[in-house]
T-cell receptor
Framework: DVKVTQSSRYLVKRTGEKVFLECVQD?????MFWYRQDPGLGLRLIYF???????EKGDIPEGYSVSREKKERFSLILESASTNQTSMYLC???????????????FGPGTRLTVL | AQSVTQLGSHVSVSEGALVLLRCNYS??????LFWYVQYPNQGLQLLLK??????LVKGINGFEAEFKKSETSFHLTKPSAHMSDAAEYFC????????????FGTGTQLKVEL
């Protein structure tokens, strides 16, 4: 079974802190994704990566950055956390690079981040 | 750009009744369509997907969905609801050449009552 793990289930940070959310997948997937999930808004794509050291902006990248130094690991960084970044963050991975648009995305359990 | 509309943020059914969750999409090119389910305190998992070919798609746990191009719809159904079906359901769309980027709907919370 594909396994996507996220470093924390719950996280509480203060405004202005730098926050790192880590995601690891164990199935040699090319693609990795970061979403945020908010009630009534569904899932919105923040950033994605289709290869090591490659990244592309999603629909809501402002206030976030990402890092992918190894194939299995994709990190989401909040440079200076703000209260409007309080949300559930979901990581996902899928098999193929390129235009493999039918691939299933496999999701981690999520990190619920609260910024005070 | 593509988009997804899920009608009804909350749906309530009785155990044993038909489940119908509605999804309409907008896309200028042929879409690929997905239904994901999220159980409480878990990530999302794939229920089923339509890529090409047969328009009636069967998924896990007795769910199925039908792609209707003329109606731009991909509604999810299950003949008989079970208590364990209570969860949030998300419809999503991607397109060929889109690099596996998914655009999600806002979700429908399904409640199953005795």
């Amino acid at each position: 079974d594909v396994k996507v793990t996220q470093s924390s289930r719950y996280l509480v940070k203060r405004t202005g802190e730098k926050v790192f959310l880590e995601c690891v997948q164990d199935m040699d997937h090319e693609n990795m994704f970061w979403y945020r999930q908010d009630p009534g808004l569904g899932l919105r794509l923040i950033y994605f990566s289709y290869d090591v050291k490659m990244k592309e902006k999603g629909d809501i990248p402002e206030g976030y950055s990402v890092s992918r130094e190894k194939k299995e690991r994709f990190s989401l960084i909040l440079e200076s956390a703000s209260t409007n970044q309080t949300s559930m963050y979901l990581c996902a991975s899928s098999l193929s690079g390129g235009s493999g648009s039918t691939d299933t995305q496999y999701f981690g359990p999520g990190t619920r981040l609260t910024v005070l | 750009a593509q988009s997804v509309t899920q009608l009804g943020s909350h749906v309530s059914v009785s155990e044993g009744a038909l489940v119908l969750l509605r999804c309409n999409y907008s896309s200028s090119v042929p879409p690929y369509l997905f239904w994901y389910v999220q159980y409480p305190n878990q990530g999302l998992q794939l229920l089923l997907k339509y890529t090409t070919g047969a328009t009636l798609v069967k998924g896990i746990n007795g769910f199925e969905a039908e792609f209707k191009k003329s109606e731009t719809s991909f509604h999810l159904t299950k003949p008989s609801a079970h208590m364990s079906d209570a969860a949030e359901y998300f419809c999503a769309v991607s397109v060929r050449g889109g690099g596996n980027k998914l655009t999600f709907g806002t979700g429908t919370q399904l409640k199953v009552e005795l």
